[in-house]
C-alpha cells in the first residue's frame, strides 16, 4: 500500500512540474521535479525536464549533468542524445558531438531526420 501511494506522489510531482514548465515557471517546475526524482530517482523524464530547464536559463554545466543522467538511466533516449550533441557542437567540442549523432543515427526512431541534419552541420564546422 505505502509503495502505491509513493508512486503516485512522484506521479503527481512529474506532472505539476510538467504543467508548471509549459507555463514557463521554471523555479517551481524545478522543484517539482526535483520531488519527483526523491520519490523515484530513476526517473528519467524529470532529469529530461530538468536538463531543458538549465538550457532554458543558461546553466550548460548543469543541463550537461541532468542530459548524462537521463542517457545512464536509459541509453536508447533519442532527446536526450540529441540534445547532448547540440550541447556539445555549441561548445565546440566537434568530435564528441558527432559520435553522439552517430550513436544516435544507428537508433533513431523519432529524431533521425534532425539527426542527420545535425550531423551535416557537425561535418560543416569540422571542415573550418
Do not use: W
Not at 542530459?67 to 540534445?83: D, G, M, Q
Amino acid at each position: 500500500m505505502l509503495s502505491s501511494n509513493v508512486l503516485l506522489a512522484s506521479a503527481d510531482y512529474f506532472n505539476e512540474g510538467l504543467i508548471l514548465f509549459k507555463k514557463n515557471q521554471l523555479e517551481k517546475a524545478k522543484f517539482k521535479f526535483e520531488q519527483d526524482i526523491v520519490y523515484n530517482p530513476k526517473s528519467e523524464k524529470s532529469y529530461l525536464y530538468l536538463s531543458k530547464i538549465f538550457n532554458k536559463q543558461n546553466k550548460k554545466d548543469l543541463e550537461e549533468k541532468n542530459l548524462n543522467t537521463v542517457i545512464l538511466l536509459n541509453p536508447l533516449n533519442e532527446e536526450a542524445i540529441y540534445n547532448l550533441a547540440e550541447l556539445r557542437l555549441n561548445q565546440s567540442d566537434f568530435e564528441g558531438s558527432r559520435k553522439l549523432i552517430d550513436q544516435l543515427i544507428s537508433i533513431c526512431h523519432s529524431y533521425c531526420l534532425k539527426s542527420k541534419e545535425l550531423k551535416v552541420e557537425i561535418e560543416k564546422s569540422l571542415k573550418k
